[in-house]
């Protein structure tokens, strides 16, 4: 397939390993991966602050950056900006072009799951890795069932990991709790973000595991700033990090 | 932004914060409940059908209410139910005084009632020389303390055994030191029996009013509602008009729901149905609106009618367990609070009390949609120029730096290269909470954009 990569400005900017590491998986596994021009954020600390105004021509970029690529799919390794992208198109351009690019977006693990499934990966991760259940991922893009809901449980990710020879996935104590980052929560309510932070890693740690293992980015940093903080024995990982390596 | 002496709900959660170990026990307590939730839920296999089913019932009373509404007004009136309308919580306090004067009430004995909290009734009575004793457990319990409900189901869990143990002590006479929970509650129905036996009127909340019977419900797990409403012959019930189901299916429905989602108890002990006065006495409903039409008039507003008030969403929130129920500037704490009382906060800052993590949501029986409504409410304060923490100030810039790639690159360059060749011991008293409570993000040497044109661009 050809793929348009949406790489938030959070990754682009912060964190490009896990950009490289999404565009190399995707490569591996056959895909024709492109880098549309003139990307930026995804508009979500404006709007989820509630300055939809303020957001417009930020959000207005980013979906031209997208309009009329050619491609089959665009593909994002982040959940949270993913979903804000999807709902800020949504709300500042309701043309069919606009529509077009959200029809198209996926977050990695929905893509590597739902649309162009992988067989198995051939690499062993020989070590213990405890689950970031990221809240908009799980809630918004549903790649798992959440803790609240009594239906029958699916988890995607798990189901990608579990095709990497020798990993053993665990979960913290509680299992999908927020990890406080929430965008500019986190420098608004320092204390209580932080308060949430410290227990995650903590609980994280409890697991034993070697790795934090998640699909956002943006949670993955928080993480990180808390566990060297704590001097926990952890490292995160993004999803696509692991996979690109086990292939 | 509004100037005001109410500390805001960052300064709250912060002055919480400070006493990790006392955070740590109201945090647990708390998820005790979800997890006692989480396992009532689960016995039940019907249990994401009674959701869907809850909330199309309400939805569907609440798009016909007035016919519901005159409906059960009809049928309480055939009962010998006297129904009264209060247009807000002034009016709603003056017809209870109205009711007990004629009566010459001197003592009030109240069950759990958040919207006679809403109302402040109680300081209005106790204004009026009419005395009110809270008969629900908790809600005696902070009576007796001088202090608001911190949450809309367990309205002391704030407070330890020990400390109601103390206050025990000075109030009601029991030993001193004592904190054994048995011998409090004991006292305490000893203490309780005494002001039943000598009130002359009693009063409610509402959990459900039963538009083709006529009838009210309330749930208690103490039976406090039915010692007081089977003891004086004169009986009053708040509500608000939110509560009304039509039928006794859409009473059950929510009923199998309510109990297991607030505690994870199967049912309340006590479900009681009110259908009318004792002999010689008199039942007095009043119906309250109080802003409620005004948020049926707005789509996603209105969903926050549907609330069967059980707390769920409360218990699961990250946020309030760390910040406890006095953060929020509002009678009702949590995301439900948020959804209903942000828009009353005149410290703005409410609202933004939420990672939009979207649990209380996904807990909530009839489905509100809590995280959407929460940051709606951000929204309408955004419009209203009542932005909380500098964000009036930074967020244009934000907009204008993310909109334009040459300054948005430069300024993450300045980034990157701060955080690679600076000491953070330098940049941490300019990164604000970040820097305070965490490290600071290691940097890379550029941006996968520059990686990208360097290893992959033709």
Sequence with gaps: MKIALFIPCLVNQLMPQVAIATLELLEKLGHQVILPKGQTCCGQPMTNSGCFNEARSTVLKLLNAFKGVECDAIVCPAASCLVAAKENFHEFDDSPEAQAVINKLYELTEFLHDIAPVEAFTRPFPHKVSMQMSCHGLRMLTLAKASELMSPGYNKLEALLNKVPAIEVVYPEPHDECCGFGGTFAMDEGAVSAKMGKDKASAHANTGASYVVGYDPSCLMHLDGMIRRLQLPLETRHLAQILNEAI | ?458
Aim: charged share 20%; proline share 5%.
């Design chain 2, 1 to 458: 932004m509004a100037t005001t002496t109410t500390a805001n709900h960052a300064e709250k959660a912060e002055i919480f914060c400070r006493d990790e170990t006392r955070v740590d026990w109201h945090s647990k307590a708390l998820w005790l409940l979800r997890q006692k939730r989480d396992r009532a839920a689960s016995s039940l296999p019907e249990w994401e059908q009674l959701r869907e089913l809850g909330s199309e019932y309400k939805l569907h009373t609440l798009s016909h209410l007035g016919e519901y509404l005159e409906q059960f007004e009809a049928n309480c009136v055939k009962q010998g139910i006297q129904v009264h309308w209060a247009k807000n919580g002034e009016e709603h306090n003056r017809i209870v005084h109205e009711i007990l004067s004629k009566h010459q009430v001197k003592k009030l004995v109240k069950s759990k009632s958040m919207l006679t909290e809403e109302c402040h009734l109680n300081p209005y009575l106790e204004q009026h020389g009419i005395e009110v004793i809270d008969t629900d457990l908790g809600e005696r319990i902070i009576q007796l303390n001088k202090q608001p409900p911190s949450h809309i189901v367990v309205p002391a869990i704030h407070l330890k055994k020990e400390e109601v143990g103390e206050l025990f002590h000075e109030k009601i006479g029991t030993e001193k030191g004592a904190s054994d929970p048995t011998y409090l509650t004991r006292a305490a129905r000893q203490h309780l029996r005494e002001q039943f036996l000598s009130a002359d009127a009693a009063m409610t909340g509402v959990n459900m009013a039963i538009a083709d019977q006529g009838a009210i419900v309330v749930c208690t797990n103490e039976g406090n509602a039915d010692m007081g409403g089977n003891l004086p012959g004169l009986t009053l019930h708040s509500m608000g008009i939110d509560k009304m189901v039509p039928n006794m299916e859409a009473a059950s429905v929510l009923l199998r729901t309510l109990a297991r989602n607030a505690i994870g108890q199967p049912i309340t002990t006590y479900s009681s149905f009110y259908h009318g006065p004792k002999p010689g006495g008199e039942m007095h409903i009043i119906i309250v609106d109080n802003g409620r039409t005004k948020a049926l008039q707005d789509e996603l507003l209105a969903e926050s009618l549907k609330c069967i008030r059980c707390g769920g969403c409360i218990n699961t929130c990250p946020v309030y367990r760390r910040s406890g129920g006095y953060s929020y500037n509002y009678f009702i704490p949590g995301p439900i609070g948020i959804a209903v009382g942000a828009q009353q906060d005149d410290t703005n800052t409410t609202a933004w009390a939420c990672t939009l993590c979207g649990s209380c949501t996904y807990v909530c029986p009839t489905k509100v949609p809590l995280d959407k409504i929460i940051s709606y409410q951000r929204r309408l304060k955004a419009e209203q120029g009542k932005l909380p923490y500098g964000k009036e100030r930074y967020m244009p810039m934000v907009g204008k730096m993310m909109g334009s790639t040459t300054m948005f690159n430069c300024a993450m360059s300045v980034a990157r290269f701060s955080l690679r060749y600076l000491p953070h011991s330098m940049l941490k008293p300019f990164s604000g909470a970040w820097g305070k409570y965490r490290e600071l993000p290691k940097a890379p040497k550029t941006s996968f954009e520059t990686w990208y044109n360097q290893n992959r661009s033709k």
